[in-house]
């Protein structure tokens, strides 16, 4: 009898599997996706429906062809691709492209963990491909692809070439920018604490701190001590007083386990503990679900569940295994009565999830660290540990609060508060519960409220002494920077993405150059800050954050069964063309009624460069006045750029004043004396000019010609480099490393970014500085040339075509396609490559570059 042919996406996975399956299996790799829409080209005909012309991925043709030829020996086939829209989208692609004989059953199974229990109880449990959730799927790609089309067609014709605009990433990308600006526009103000520290008359070894809280039995605000005087009044008034004991509370506090891991809080915790990326926190799980080989009898194993989740939820023999370890390793105090349950929080969430988990309780991560690597070791280790911590019993504090009465002359009756009271607070641990495991980290401004702090024992009505008053100056700070963590969290409490997304929104934003990563927090690009503008300009819907959240869930009802795909896309579209239309309007340099404040002579005409809108004068080049300008009630006001000597700033060149000037690449600092002086100075994003490069005394250990001066680089990091540049490009972070110059090792290393350009344009214009001469080349040779340069035409990638609507199949009969006008079985015949059926692609307003495929969610 023929094997059963089970389908996964990876061959780690396969492996695992197939191990568990043994003889009568033979478990085979997609190695992902096999069938996508194209790149050169929208690939979705919107006049039929939105129908999505899908062609084979390069480089998968072999992949099927093996597929094909065991589908076609198998006796049943078996799509154990992921559990998640994703991995039922690539089961239905692969079915659609692999010709499975007709009297062949298909089989979808899915399974939370790679472990023999699991994927046995899944191959007993087969059901049909669920269209629902390939419709969620295909709607979002659809979407995604129409969007990032049209966005990036508008960037590239009103900022520059080459860049590309998603649906998700630009609100990312907003959020970052629009944090910045706060920053940017924060106003800090002062305010001042008063703080002392006491001790007990007999005691006089160990103080102990309060915090002023009431003045004449008031509460004070934050701001009620605004400044350095009134805290000096408060602090003289004190001088002298007594200190009284006026109240004690004791209580036990609770603090409860923390649920285990979802895909958002794995890839937070990972962020602030491990330090790691989004991109990389996934990586690494999809490497302990797919299988770790930890020797012995076990041999490849997935070491965790299904790491794309948002649910909270444990299956109850994990939690009933996780209880057992707790009691034989902690002790039965260690665990709850009641084994604990958890809500999910987050909206669409898919319950039949369970949340991210070890598979085997009981496997210690210090029992197989040598079997992981490095990063392997510290994710699993973090994952176990939240988990087991999830099933255990609160932490319980001895909690103590002592407000203290102060004053020169304290009031008899104990009950009556004094001039000024102080709080001081303790807090013991007293039974550590899911402590003994696991703490959770913390955001920034984040505080942990249960850090032990030690009181003596005090009495009520007992006199303490004077140790220290303290005076404390604050100001308030701006909202901190997006880092992995707070951008993931803000993304999923806005409800925008879903667990699949998050790394790839992270990601993208920072490779398409929109924002930089310093310090491990998100900073906005110059070009991320006008993109952002731009879209929220023209696109302010599209990139408005609840109408990105209700898309969300609507592809969530979609995949429940409640919406149609089509319907959504179709009203989603509508609204996105309606702004496409008005934003794709050609922009052509428009002529103002405004004249030329320079010569007079021309007019002022609105233009866009690379950093944006600005003006000019319409006489360029005879006259060359550019100048930035807002619209108010729109007319075009200029905006003043103080052209008055600057004495605070001295042109490096010949010490003389300087003044601001507009160039190509915004604005900078010239001499007074140009054009016999020609010394500059760069401005940064808040308008301060840049300190000139400093001489070293130090030459060039390159080219031996020049001398190292010393730079400021990116958010302020100094470096040395030659001052030959671009002719020498010697460049070092630390003066040391001069006297370590090895030219072998220089001269193996690539070129530095910028500089191999700068060279050719160095050399370009010493070329054009010397005589022509005649070059001329015969014209056999010419064509000789260009025949040669002409490359061979690439063989037509062949297409096969789907309808966006397929109908649910059953387990045992072949899944089919239909769109949302008829219901018709599509079959491709038994032949080596399927025949093509995909109508044209409409060309339509919405279809963009077709050179690069530019959408990205």
Same mark, same amino acid.
């Given at each position: 009898?023929?094997?059963?042919?089970?389908?996964?996406?990876?061959?780690?996975?396969?492996?695992?599997?197939?191990?568990?399956?043994?003889?009568?299996?033979?478990?085979?790799?997609?190695?992902?996706?096999?069938?996508?829409?194209?790149?050169?080209?929208?690939?979705?005909?919107?006049?039929?429906?939105?129908?999505?012309?899908?062609?084979?991925?390069?480089?998968?043709?072999?992949?099927?062809?093996?597929?094909?030829?065991?589908?076609?020996?198998?006796?049943?086939?078996?799509?154990?691709?992921?559990?998640?829209?994703?991995?039922?989208?690539?089961?239905?692609?692969?079915?659609?492209?692999?010709?499975?004989?007709?009297?062949?059953?298909?089989?979808?199974?899915?399974?939370?963990?790679?472990?023999?229990?699991?994927? @046995?109880?899944?191959?007993?449990?087969?059901?049909?491909?669920?269209?629902?959730?390939?419709?969620?799927?295909?709607? @979002?790609?659809?979407?995604?692809?129409?969007?990032?089309?049209?966005?990036?067609?508008?960037?590239?014709? @009103?900022?520059?070439?080459?860049?590309?605009?998603?649906?998700?990433?630009?609100?990312?990308?907003?959020?970052?920018?629009?944090?910045?600006?706060?920053?940017?526009?924060?106003?800090?103000?002062?305010?001042?604490?008063?703080?002392?520290?006491?001790?007990?008359?007999?005691?006089?070894?160990?103080?102990?701190?309060?915090?002023?809280?009431?003045?004449?039995?008031?509460?004070?605000?934050?701001?009620?001590?605004?400044?350095?005087?009134?805290?000096?009044?408060?602090?003289?008034?004190?001088?002298?007083?007594?200190?009284?004991?006026?109240?004690?509370?004791?209580?036990?506090?609770?603090?409860?386990?923390?649920?285990?891991?979802?895909?958002?809080?794995?890839?937070?915790?990972?962020?602030?503990?491990?330090?790691?990326?989004?991109?990389?926190?996934?990586?690494?799980?999809?490497?302990?679900?797919?299988?770790?080989?930890?020797?012995?009898?076990?041999?490849?194993?997935?070491?965790?569940?299904?790491?794309?989740?948002?649910?909270?939820?444990?299956?109850?023999?994990?939690?009933?295994?996780?209880?057992?370890?707790?009691?034989?390793?902690?002790?039965?105090?260690?665990?709850?009565?009641?084994?604990?349950?958890?809500?999910?929080?987050?909206?669409?969430?898919?319950?039949?999830?369970?949340?991210?988990?070890?598979?085997?309780?009981?496997?210690?991560?210090?029992?197989?660290?040598?079997?992981?690597?490095?990063?392997?070791?510290?994710?699993?280790?973090?994952?176990?540990?939240?988990?087991?911590?999830?099933?255990?019993?609160?932490?319980?504090?001895?909690?103590?609060?002592?407000?203290?009465?102060?004053?020169?002359?304290?009031?008899?009756?104990?009950?009556?508060?004094?001039?000024?009271?102080?709080?001081?607070?303790?807090?013991?641990?007293?039974?550590?519960?899911?402590?003994?495991?696991?703490?959770?980290?913390?955001?920034?401004?984040?505080?942990?409220?249960?850090?032990?702090?030690?009181?003596?024992?005090?009495?009520?009505?007992?006199?303490?002494?004077?140790?220290?008053?303290?005076?404390?100056?604050?100001?308030?700070?701006?909202?901190?920077?997006?880092?992995?963590?707070?951008?993931?969290?803000?993304?999923?409490?806005?409800?925008?993405?879903?667990?699949?997304?998050?790394?790839?929104?992270?990601?993208?934003?920072?490779?398409?150059?929109?924002?930089?990563?310093?310090?491990?927090?998100?900073?906005?690009?110059?070009?991320?800050?006008?993109?952002?503008?731009?879209?929220?300009?023209?696109?302010?819907?599209?990139?408005?954050?609840?109408?990105?959240?209700?898309?969300?869930?609507?592809?969530?009802?979609?995949?429940?069964?409640?919406?149609?795909?089509?319907?959504?896309?179709?009203?989603?579209?509508?609204?996105?063309?309606?702004?496409?239309?008005?934003?794709?309007?050609?922009?052509?340099?428009?002529?103002?009624?405004?004249?030329?404040?320079?010569?007079?002579?021309?007019?002022?005409?609105?233009?866009?460069?690379?950093?944006?809108?600005?003006?000019?004068?319409?006489?360029?080049?005879?006259?060359?006045?550019?100048?930035?300008?807002?619209?108010?009630?729109?007319?075009?006001?200029?905006?003043?750029?103080?052209?008055?000597?600057?004495?605070?700033?001295?042109?490096?060149?010949?010490?003389?004043?300087?003044?601001?000037?507009?160039?190509?690449?915004?604005?900078?600092?010239?001499?007074?004396?140009?054009?016999?002086?020609?010394?500059?100075?760069?401005?940064?994003?808040?308008?301060?000019?840049?300190?000139?490069?400093?001489?070293?005394?130090?030459?060039?250990?390159?080219?031996?010609?020049?001398?190292?001066?010393?730079?400021?680089?990116?958010?302020?990091?100094?470096?040395?480099?030659?001052?030959?540049?671009?002719?020498?490009?010697?460049?070092?972070?630390?003066?040391?490393?001069?006297?370590?110059?090895?030219?072998?090792?220089?001269?193996?290393?690539?070129?530095?970014?910028?500089?191999?350009?700068?060279?050719?344009?160095?050399?370009?214009?010493?070329?054009?500085?010397?005589?022509?001469?005649?070059?001329?080349?015969?014209?056999?040779?010419?064509?000789?040339?260009?025949?040669?340069?002409?490359?061979?035409?690439?063989?037509?990638?062949?297409?096969?075509?789907?309808?966006?609507?397929?109908?649910?199949?059953?387990?045992?009969?072949?899944?089919?396609?239909?769109?949302?006008?008829?219901?018709?079985?599509?079959?491709?015949?038994?032949?080596?490559?399927? @025949?093509?059926?995909?109508?044209?692609?409409?060309?339509?307003?919405?279809?963009?570059?077709?050179?690069?495929?530019?959408?990205?969610?």
């Amino acid at each position: 009898m023929s094997d059963k042919l089970v389908i996964v996406e990876s061959p780690a996975k396969a492996k695992t599997i197939e191990k568990y399956l043994g003889k009568g299996y033979t478990v085979i790799a997609s190695i992902g996706h096999v069938r996508d829409l194209p790149k050169q080209e929208s690939a979705i005909d919107i006049a039929n429906d939105y129908l999505p012309n899908y062609i084979v991925m390069p480089g998968k043709e072999r992949v099927i062809s093996d597929l094909r030829a065991a589908a076609r020996k198998a006796s049943a086939v078996y799509m154990a691709t992921d559990p998640d829209r994703e991995g039922e989208a690539i089961a239905w692609h692969i079915v659609e492209s692999i010709s499975v004989p007709r009297k062949t059953p298909i089989h979808r199974v899915t399974f939370t963990e790679i472990t023999p229990n699991a994927v @046995r109880a899944a191959m007993e449990h087969p059901r049909s491909i669920d269209m629902d959730l390939v419709n969620a799927q295909q709607a @979002r790609r659809i979407v995604d692809r129409l969007v990032g089309y049209g966005l990036s067609r508008v960037l590239w014709n @009103r900022v520059r070439r080459g860049l590309s605009g998603g649906r998700v990433q630009s609100v990312a990308v907003r959020l970052v920018v629009e944090r910045e600006r706060e920053i940017q526009a924060f106003v800090k103000q002062e305010y001042w604490s008063i703080e002392a520290d006491l001790l007990k008359q007999k005691d006089k070894a160990t103080p102990f701190r309060g915090n002023l809280i009431e003045v004449d039995g008031k509460k004070i605000e934050k701001f009620y001590v605004a400044d350095e005087a009134h805290a000096g009044r408060i602090v003289a008034d004190l001088q002298h007083a007594q200190w009284r004991v006026q109240s004690i509370e004791r209580k036990d506090k609770k603090r409860n386990a923390p649920p285990p891991f979802i895909t958002s809080t794995l890839q937070q915790e990972a962020s602030r503990k491990l330090g790691f990326s989004a991109k990389k926190t996934m990586m690494v799980a999809q490497q302990l679900y797919e299988g770790i080989d930890i020797g012995g009898s076990e041999g490849a194993v997935g070491l965790i569940t299904y790491m794309r989740t948002d649910s909270v939820n444990v299956a109850k023999d994990a939690q009933d295994e996780a209880r057992a370890y707790i009691s034989a390793t902690y002790g039965a105090d260690a665990i709850p009565t009641k084994p604990n349950t958890y809500t999910t929080k987050a909206k669409g969430a898919q319950e039949a999830h369970e949340a991210i988990r070890p598979t085997l309780a009981a496997r210690n991560p210090s029992d197989i660290r040598g079997k992981m690597n490095h990063d392997q070791a510290r994710l699993y280790d973090l994952i176990w540990k939240r988990f087991i911590a999830s099933q255990m019993a609160p932490a319980v504090f001895d909690s103590q609060t002592v407000d203290i009465a102060a004053g020169t002359v304290l009031p008899a009756d104990q009950a009556t508060k004094g001039p000024y009271t102080f709080r001081a607070t303790g807090s013991v641990l007293k039974v550590p519960g899911f402590l003994a495991v696991y703490n959770v980290g913390l955001d920034d401004g984040e505080e942990d409220e249960d850090k032990e702090r030690r009181l003596p024992v005090l009495a009520i009505a007992e006199a303490l002494a004077l140790h220290l008053l303290s005076p404390l100056q604050h100001f308030t700070e701006p909202p901190p920077r997006y880092s992995d963590a707070t951008l993931i969290k803000e993304l999923e409490r806005l409800g925008i993405g879903r667990p699949s997304t998050y790394s790839t929104i992270t990601a993208t934003i920072v490779d398409r150059k929109y924002v930089e990563v310093a310090a491990g927090r998100y900073i906005p690009t110059t070009l991320g800050e006008k993109v952002n503008d731009l879209l929220v300009e023209d696109f302010d819907k599209i990139v408005d954050y609840p109408y990105t959240s209700l898309l969300e869930d609507r592809l969530d009802l979609v995949a429940e069964g409640h919406e149609k795909w089509l319907a959504v896309v179709d009203e989603y579209y509508k609204v996105f063309l309606v702004a496409l239309e008005h934003a794709r309007k050609e922009r052509v340099d428009t002529v103002t009624a405004l004249p030329c404040p320079k010569c007079d002579a021309g007019m002022l005409m609105v233009k866009f460069g690379s950093q944006g809108e600005f003006v000019g004068c319409t006489r360029y080049p005879d006259c060359s006045f550019t100048s930035d300008f807002v619209r108010t009630d729109g007319a075009i006001v200029l905006k003043t750029i103080d052209t008055a000597p600057m004495p605070d700033v001295e042109c490096p060149t010949c010490k003389g004043p300087m003044m601001v000037r507009r160039g190509r690449f915004g604005n900078f600092l010239a001499c007074m004396g140009y054009p016999s002086c020609k010394g500059t100075l760069r401005l940064d994003k808040t308008g301060k000019p840049v300190a000139p490069p400093e001489p070293t005394g130090i030459t060039c250990p390159k080219c031996s010609a020049h001398e190292l001066l010393k730079r400021k680089g990116a958010f302020g990091r100094p470096f040395y480099g030659c001052s030959g540049y671009p002719n020498c490009d010697y460049i070092v972070n630390d003066l040391a490393e001069v006297a370590t110059y090895d030219p072998a090792v220089e001269a193996a290393k690539p070129p530095r970014r910028g500089a191999a350009a700068a060279r050719a344009s160095a050399a370009r214009n010493a070329a054009a500085a010397k005589p022509k001469r005649s070059t001329a080349t015969p014209k056999s040779a010419k064509s000789t040339k260009r025949a040669a340069a002409t490359p061979a035409k690439k063989p037509a990638t062949k297409r096969t075509s789907t309808s966006a609507t397929p109908a649910k199949s059953a387990g045992t009969k072949r899944a089919s396609v239909a769109s949302t006008k008829t219901s018709t079985s599509v079959r491709t015949k038994k032949s080596a490559t399927p @025949r093509a059926v995909a109508p044209a692609v409409r060309k339509t307003a919405a279809t963009s570059p077709r050179s690069v495929d530019r959408e990205v969610e």
